[in-house]
């Protein structure tokens, strides 16, 4: 018997027994962690081969949103894009016969169970999460040897995929930073694994690593969700730009002559110019931007909305789970910070507001202080806009 995997319960649904503080302490950004299935789970619920077919067969793949990749021969976009920058089916189906993994990047923001899964660990990491999907032929491998510049939870699907984990030869690399194959050693092997339906591998970004199909009766379909992080380098940037606004000592310029001076030259002005960060910048203010920018830009979870119409004066409703959400002022109104962006309100709905942020059930009776019509309409954005389901 099998259970099918709830996407909401995130970080500690994949790697259970070990909970969710124990991996922060002695995984996250430090070594690998292969989480066995606990027995009957399964995340054909999220996606499955099946699927995979008909979504080739029913929807149009522009080239950002489908790809392919084959270690030996590579595979080049022109062997399954059209002219146009489309996928063409036909030539997708081709390379994946002669052995070319399909891969569907960002389907989380096509499939509703992989949007969940995706809001859920981004509730655990309170980072960006994104998943791509990879469908690998019988004896077939998509990559050579690499690392990836964030770090992954791998979730086997289908079919079994072996893997070897080897030293780390970059620390946290940076997001973006190009991999050169040519000039990275792989080290020592460090494990070896097999995936099997419901398996859960951990892979820190840096870490280099293979994978490779070797059954030859049947595909191995894998998801793999990218956490996207933001790092003490972005955030003291931001810092730094904040605090030049308020410091002319940080927007003067480098003195004259400079580009012939050596470092400990100019040691004494860098001092002063780090001073003045330290002085200057609001810690706080890039924080909240942080925060802001990380709620803002999760996409809304609005099923419901449609089907449901214009709600009724005694429509219950309460806060919809794993959704990041908090009060903030917006000039002469309130402001509740959420996916997608802002809900404005008039300030007499803050108490009502504070209320639903705690979980309690509301109708449009709980936002009285806004008058009836008003109260009617603050129920019906709150659902609108995906952070309210009916009760």
Known sequence: ???????????????????????????????????????????????????????????????????????????EPGAYLSETGLADRGLVARAYQEGATLILPQLHRKQRPLAELCRALEQDFTHAVQTNIYLTPPNAQGFQTHYDTHDVLVMQVEGTKSWRLYDTPVGAPFRGEQFTPDAVAAGEITAELVMQPGDVLYVPRGLMHDAVNADTDGPSLHITTGILVKTWADFLLEAVSEAALKSPQLRAALPPGFTHMDASALQPQID?????????????????????????????????????????????????????????????????????????FDPPAEAALERFLAGEVLTAGGFAELGEDKARDAVARLIAFGVAEVV
């Open 272 to 344: 002063a110019a780090m001073q003045a960060v330290r002085d200057t910048a609001d810690f706080e203010a890039v924080l909240a931007l942080f925060t802001d920018r990380f709620v803002t830009t999760r996409q809304a979870n609005t099923a419901g909305a449609i089907t449901l119409g214009q709600p009724s004066a005694d429509t219950p409703i309460r806060r919809r789970s794993r959704v990041p959400l908090h009060l903030a002022e917006d000039g002469q109104h309130i402001a509740l910070v959420a996916p997608g962006g802002p809900i404005s």
């Open 1 to 75: 018997m099998t259970d099918s995997f709830d996407p909401a319960t995130g970080l500690s649904g994949l790697i259970a027994p070990i909970d969710s503080a124990t991996f922060f302490e002695t995984y996250w950004e430090q070594k690998p962690l292969h989480a066995p299935n606990p027995g009957g789970r399964s995340f054909t619920g999220l996606i499955s081969t099946a699927r995979m077919d008909e979504l080739l067969a029913e929807q149009v793949f522009a080239g950002d949103m489908l790809s392919m990749a084959r270690a030996e021969p590579r595979i």
